[in-house]
């Protein structure tokens, strides 16, 4: 009898962490997920917002111009999206070696509420030091995830909190501030890397 009450419990446990996973990917990759816009993300040179980055300098469009650019949207109160896609962003850029400083690379959260300049800086200080956390009032956050067409949502959660769905994809932009691609969430790194080698070489031919 004991036997069959552990075993009880252990498939109740193996189907409490089933369903845990299966509710994160809904809300990342599954009909949970913030609905795309479903337009092609506009070109930077057409983007107008000004936010401040986690060393506390204004930045707008102008700013990523002239460089290709990796930009991913989250918030630093994300418990595994977040810093599974910061992780693996520092480790494309590991990969890319030297080639990384011609890159631009921003993280823009979805949450200045609760991320301010500050709060941004410690949380990007933990992952590739190539990366820039920008943050500003909700109105500017609004614009520059339109231009993107990213979207995100705040979700109340138990006790009065929230939490924000967000969309999952790394976007890739030219240096002369075109879309060039995105890359997935979970996405493999022998296809991410390519993928940013692409904007690199973008940037060649765009100087040529």
Not at 80 to 105: F, R, Y
Request: a negative charge.
């Amino acid at each position: 009898m004991r036997r069959r009450t552990i075993a009880g419990y252990g498939a109740v446990g193996a189907g409490a962490i089933a369903l845990t996973l299966f509710v994160g990917w809904w809300r990342v990759d599954g009909p949970g997920a913030p609905e795309p816009i479903g337009q092609r993300p506009m070109a930077l040179t057409e983007m107008d917002f000004r936010l401040t980055d986690h060393e506390g300098n204004e930045v707008g469009p102008e700013t990523l111009i002239g460089r290709p650019t990796m930009a991913f949207f989250g918030f630093t109160y994300c418990p595994d999206v977040c810093p599974t896609t910061l992780s693996d962003i520092s480790g494309w850029l590991d990969d890319l070696g030297d080639e990384a400083k011609q890159l631009n690379v921003v993280f823009i959260t979805v949450d200045p509420e609760r991320d301010t300049v500050e709060a941004i800086a410690e949380y990007v200080s933990y992952f590739h030091p190539a990366i820039r956390g920008w943050t500003g009032p909700e109105g500017q956050i609004a614009r520059i995830a339109d231009g993107f067409r990213a979207a995100y949502e705040r979700v109340p959660t138990e006790g009065g909190d929230y939490t924000m769905n967000h969309t999952a994809s790394v976007f890739l932009f030219g240096a002369a501030g075109p879309f060039v691609t995105m890359i997935d969430y979970h996405e493999p790194r022998e296809f991410a890397v390519p993928k940013i080698r692409r904007a690199l070489e973008e940037e060649t031919e765009e100087a040529t």
